[in-house]
T-cell receptor, first 114, second 111 residues
Framework: KAGVTQTPRYLIKTRGQQVTLSCSPISGHRSVSWYQQTPGQGLQFLFEYFSETQRNKGNFPGRFSGRQFSNSRSEMNVSTLELGDSALYLC?????????????FGPGTRLTVT | KNEVEQSPQNLTAQEGEFITINCSYSVGISALHWLQQHPGGGIVSLFMLSSGKKKHGRLIATINIQEKHSSLHITASHPRDSAVYICAVLPKRGSNYKLTFGKGTLLTVNP
């Protein structure tokens, strides 16, 4: 089975712009979670989608949003980018809902905001 | 105070040594994950456990629910084990039902 894929792998944006990141889960996996990793804060949970519905959300401002499609692929969007949004964004898929299941991580998208 | 504390933050070992990385947490949990992150970013899930002990090759993970503590052991360490090891806990179901991560332990194994 192919692993979790994320596109693009690298991205450079300017403050104030918006960005959309994409995640394709492992075939058959229905849950997709998004995480942000920064040197200062480490890994932090953004949100989880299951069956096209957001099931859980971390402590991030409303500028961070996401969605999931019927084929379980997921996108996350960050609007009005700030310098502090520079980070590695990781998605992880699991067979069923919730982080009680093993998480399979993608390679990440490294976002740089200038 | 972080809900998840890892120690040590940095660890340097010689090839062949036995390695122990510790994780302590402050809340009741449903499960605990151990993750490995190599330079370049990719994260691999090593173990998920809610009680007892699990073993996979040279890696062993244990958890003591009463003491709110988990350890990751690496036997016969090898330079390819050099990575950041991250502990993550999943609290019991409730409004905070999401993974909370430790800051990670950077392991360097020298040949």
């Amino acid at each position: 089975k192919a692993g979790v894929t994320q596109t693009p792998r690298y991205l450079i944006k300017t403050r104030g712009q918006q960005v959309t990141l994409s995640c394709s889960p492992i075939s058959g996996h229905r849950s997709v979670s998004w995480y942000q990793q920064t040197p200062g804060q480490g890994l932090q949970f953004l949100f989880e989608y299951f069956s096209e519905t957001q099931r859980n959300k971390g402590n991030f401002p409303g500028r961070f949003s996401g969605r999931q499609f019927s084929n379980s692929r997921s996108e996350m969007n960050v609007s009005t980018l700030e310098l502090g949004d520079s980070a590695l964004y990781l998605c992880a898929s699991s067979p069923d809902r919730g982080p009680i299941y093993e998480q399979y991580f993608g390679p990440g998208t490294r976002l740089t905001v200038t | 105070k972080n809900e998840v504390e890892q120690s040590p933050q940095n660890l340097t070992a010689q090839e062949g040594e036995f390695i122990t990385i510790n994780c302590s947490y402050s809340v009741g949990i449903s499960a605990l994950h151990w993750l490995q992150q190599h330079p370049g970013g990719g994260i691999v899930s090593l173990f998920m456990l809610s009680s007892g002990k699990k073993k996979h090759g040279r890696l062993i993970a244990t958890i003591n629910i009463q003491e709110k503590h988990s350890s990751l052991h690496i036997t016969a360490s090898h330079p390819r084990d050099s990575a950041v090891y991250i502990c993550a806990v999943l609290p019991k179901r409730g409004s905070n039902y999401k993974l909370t991560f430790g800051k990670g332990t950077l392991l360097t194994v020298n040949p």
